[in-house]
């Protein structure tokens, strides 16, 4: 299934390890605080589960949103990239 992960922590070392574990997953990185990839669903409990533990009682959020294929086909992406 994939899966979007989206977050906003206060901290700069909990926001490091909230990206490495999404990283460690085999997440990729779409926005600077945004990761999506393909996990299992005993992969999505099991990174829940790390991310809850790596905010603790940090000031943040992190969001999960699992999405099925038809969902993923109309995902639709708008994208400028300028080069000096």
């Known amino acids: ?13 909990v926001r490091n390890r909230v990206a490495n574990a999404c990283k460690d997953y085999g997440l990729y990185r779409v926005q600077y605080s945004a990761f999506k990839g393909e996990l299992s ?3 999505m409990q099991e990174l829940f589960l790390l991310l809850k533990k790596i905010l603790g009682v940090d000031v943040g959020n992190i969001q999960m949103y699992p999405m099925c294929e ?3 086909k ?4 708008i994208e400028n990239v300028h080069f000096l």
């Open 1 to 13: 299934m994939h899966l979007l992960v989206i977050y906003d922590v206060q901290d700069d070392k």
């Open 41 to 43: 669903l005993n992969r």
């Open 70 to 72: 038809k969902d993923i």
């Open 74 to 77: 109309q995902v639709k992406e």
